[in-house]
C-alpha cells in the first residue's frame, strides 16, 4: 500500500465525521426525533492512539473499544495527555467475566452484560470500587453460533435481575445483528429489539438507551429507534 501523509488521514476522519453527523441528523429529524438523541459511538478498536487523539480534537467524546487488554494501555494514555478531554468509553465486545475487575476501572458504559453471572461480578467491583456502573444488556437475536448476548427468551429475567443490583445502573439495550450489505436485511433485528424494549417498558422498567447500527446500517437502526451507533469503519477506514 502507498504511504499517506498524516494531514491527509486527519482530514479523511473529519471528512468522514462530517458525512456520518449529516446522515445521523437526516435520519433522526426522519424518523421524528431531534438529532441531538442519537449519539455516535467512535470505534476505535485496532486504531492507534495518535489517530483517536486526532478523532477526539475533531470533538468526538464517547469511543467504543472491544477488547479490555486493548482499552486498557489506550485509555491510561489518553486520561495522562487530557485529563479534562471528557471522553466516555464504552465496552462494546464481549465482556469475560474475570475481566469484571478491570472493566469497572476502565469504562463508563458496558454495553455488553450478557449473564447474571456477569452482572454480580460486575456488581460486586462496583459496589467495592464505590462505583454506579451504567449497563447495556447485550441480546442476541441471531442465530448465528459466534454472536454473544443473552437469548430474547430470557431476557425479562436478565432485566429483573439487574434492576436490583444497587451498583448497576441499567440504560437500556444493545445488539448486533448478523453481517449484511443490505441495510433491509438487518432491520428487523433493529425492530425486534425495539418492540423487547417497548415489552419491557410496559412491565415498568425504564430502558431509554438502543445501541444499534454500525457502519453498514446505522441510518437504518436510527430510523427504527437507535438512539447510539456504533461506526469504526465509517470514520476510521478498513481494520488492518
Ligand atoms: C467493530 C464493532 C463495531 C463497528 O463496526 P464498523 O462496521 O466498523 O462500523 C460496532 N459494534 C461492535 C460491537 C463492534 O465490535
Known amino acids: 500500500m502507498k504511504d499517506i501523509k498524516i494531514g491527509t488521514i486527519n482530514s479523511l476522519i473529519l471528512e468522514n ?20 438523541d442519537v449519539k ?12 483517536i487523539k486526532e478523532a477526539v ?7 467504543g ?15 495522562a495527555q487530557c485529563a479534562d478531554c471528557d471522553i466516555e468509553w464504552h465496552m462494546i465486545g464481549h465482556l469475560q467475566k474475570n475481566k469484571a475487575k478491570v472493566a469497572v476501572e476502565l469504562f463508563d458504559l458496558i454495553q455488553s452484560l450478557d449473564s447474571i453471572e456477569l452482572a454480580k461480578e460486575l456488581n460486586k467491583h462496583s459496589e467495592k ?12 437475536l441471531s442465530e448465528e453460533e459466534s454472536k454473544y448476548g443473552i437469548a430474547k427468551e430470557s431476557l425479562m429475567d436478565l432485566i429483573e435481575f439487574v434492576s436490583e443490583m444497587k451498583n448497576l445502573k441499567l440504560e437500556g439495550l444493545m445488539t448486533i445483528p448478523p453481517f449484511s450489505d443490505n441495510p ?44 447510539m451507533v456504533r461506526i469504526g469503519t465509517g470514520i476510521f477506514g478498513e481494520r488492518r
Do not use: H, W
Open 17 to 36: 465525521i462530517k458525512n456520518i453527523y449529516r446522515k445521523i441528523s437526516s435520519a433522526a429529524i426522519r424518523s421524528g426525533r431531534n438529532p441531538f
Open 57 to 63: 480534537s475533531f470533538g468526538l467524546r464517547a469511543l
Open 184 to 227: 433491509e436485511i438487518v432491520r428487523p433485528y433493529f425492530k425486534k429489539l425495539r418492540e423487547l424494549r417497548d415489552q419491557a417498558e410496559r412491565k415498568g422498567y425504564s430502558l431509554p438507551e438502543l445501541s444499534m447500527g454500525m457502519t453498514n446500517d446505522y441510518e437504518t437502526a436510527i430510523l427504527e429507534g437507535a438512539t
Open 65 to 79: 473499544e472491544s477488547r479490555v487488554q486493548e482499552a486498557q494501555k489506550k485509555i491510561a494514555d489518553c486520561r
Open 40 to 51: 455516535l459511538i467512535a470505534v476505535t478498536k485496532t486504531v492507534d492512539i495518535e489517530i
Open 129 to 140: 470500587a464505590g462505583k454506579i456502573q451504567r449497563v447495556l444488556i447485550e441480546v442476541k
